[in-house]
């Protein structure tokens, strides 16, 4: 094994990854399945359906996916080999492993992860023709709670995974590899399934892309002054703008490189992963309701968690390359139009007070109604009715600020491909997106059709309100944390003024408190996360509706939103 000079800092190396950077169980008492497998609430999917959800490919690609499954986990004491995709690894990074499924999970990984061709030679991904680790949506956006034993699926849920760590690990391994540290390189190619010159070829490759991300980090002040993630927190727009946008992608020897460090940006907006039933209905999706169209919003997510693109002039052109996989974002994007939310498992969580849920509905139209409905009416399958968000003005709701300001503030620089020197964030997703969208559809009537159906009549808009928006409440039990950026620990405490709400708090435990709606954050579980609401982004504060009533009226208003 030859043994690459590649002495990087971990935070060099790890700009090679920045985009990492979306019915009530009737199960009767003595029907409860066995504590070591999940319940499977109603929520208008097959298990056909979920089971391809959870491992379909969006065309994302972090690392050549042979690499993946041979690599062992950094820092471990001498003489374990422990590899990073062993379940009890991926579940204490928030992942929810599955069992081996020869159809859509042959490597027995942890949902979301799975394997995907690439074959555009363009930056980090000219380094290995073949197959990739993708993280597909199902990855961010699959709950799971705990309650004495028993897991409770949540499909389209907010997941714990946490992708800093996940990144941690992957940046530490490969590290290893490169220098040989302590024998990993000559035990990975002993393990790594594939022709031996190759994978040579590949980490030589990817020393000197490493080299170059070294070289952009020390420029821009690597990742100094980000704002951590954790579990189930993702900066999702500005390190999918930093991934897309700034670089380095060609070694930065090329003169037609997009690479521009004026497009790099700091990362301190996270939020958390969203729920997904009705999305696809909403008038406006995202946190600060900025985004119109499903298809659009979709592709620039895929580009964002790494979808090979070639980061040349042809992307403000609609010739543009790029390996998202449509075909696949379209099914998901119209299986979700079936998705419903989750009803509290009475079987499971405990029957609902229905004298107290009663009293909390007056509660909740005095306290909630005038900015959030209760739960929309159900449409029928595929149908285009949409749902009108309320937006509420940044300095009303008074909740961190971060998300919204960043996105609408960020300026990038496109002069080294021929666009414009500055131009808003939002502007050039909106034309990359618009340009991807338009080419796909434009091959085929089939396409068009199903471009169509997601759509329902949505036309490619992008903007950057300074307001949140007021989704319906429905499944608001299974989304905890609260608020955007998951700052309030439980439904408890978001009914609490903000100075009483817990101002530190670990996340990443998966024991679910059904008083209080929400985790047991004060305990720290293995991989958990210290969530520290003073830092920038992190705020707790705002919010203020119902934080002044009665503690009787407090835990009604709860057991009502539990029905919902």
Known sequence: MMKFDVRVPLIAVAALFAGFIVALAQDKPQDKPAPSSPVHLQQGWSDETADRWH???????????????????????????????????????????????????????????????????????????????????????????????????????????????????????????????????????????????????????????????????????????????????????????????????????????????????????????PALWDTPRFSWVLYNASIRQPLTRNIVEALGVLAPIKHDATMITPDVMHGVQMENVVWGQRKLMDLRSPRWPEAILGAFDQKRALRGQLVYVSACANCHEAAPAEAASGACSEIQVPLVDLRRIGTDPEQATTFNRRRIALSKIGGPDVMSNYKAAEVLTGNIAAQWIGRSKDNAASAAEINCGRPNQYRAPLAYRARPLNGIWAMAPYLHNGSVPSLNDLLLPPGQRPKTFYVGNWEFNPDIVGYDMKAQAPGAFLFDTTVRGNSNAGHVYGTDMTEDDRKALIEYLKTL
């Open 55 to 273: 491992f379909i490919s969006q065309g994302t690609a972090l690392i050549p996916y042979e690499w993946f499954v041979a690599l062992e986990q950094p820092g471990q004491p001498s003489g374990q080999t422990a590899l990073i995709k062993a379940p009890d690894n991926l579940q204490r990074l928030g992942f929810l492993p599955e069992s081996v499924n020869p159809t859509n999970n042959p490597d027995g990984l942890a949902i979301g992860l799975y394997s995907t061709p690439v074959d555009i030679p363009d930056g980090r991904h000219a380094c290995w023709r073949g197959n990739w680790l993708g993280l597909g949506c199902a990855g961010c956006h699959t709950g799971q709670v705990s309650y004495r034993g028993q897991q409770i699926r949540i499909e389209g849920g907010p997941s714990h995974i946490d992708i800093d760590s996940f990144v941690g690990q992957l940046v530490g391994s490969i590290t290893a590899v490169l220098q040989n540290q302590d024998g990993a390189g000559q035990r990975f190619m002993a393990r790594v399934k594939a022709p031996p010159a190759d994978v040579q070829s590949g980490l030589q490759c990817f020393g000197g892309v490493l080299q170059a991300a070294a070289k952009f980090n020390q420029i821009v002040g690597g990742n100094s002054g980000d704002t951590a993630g954790g579990a189930g927190r993702l900066d999702a727009h500005g390190a999918g703008l930093n991934q897309l946008l700034a670089g380095p992608f060609r070694l930065m020897t090329d003169p037609s490189d997009i690479g521009e460090t004026r497009n790099y940006a700091h990362l301190t907006a996270p939020v958390r992963y």
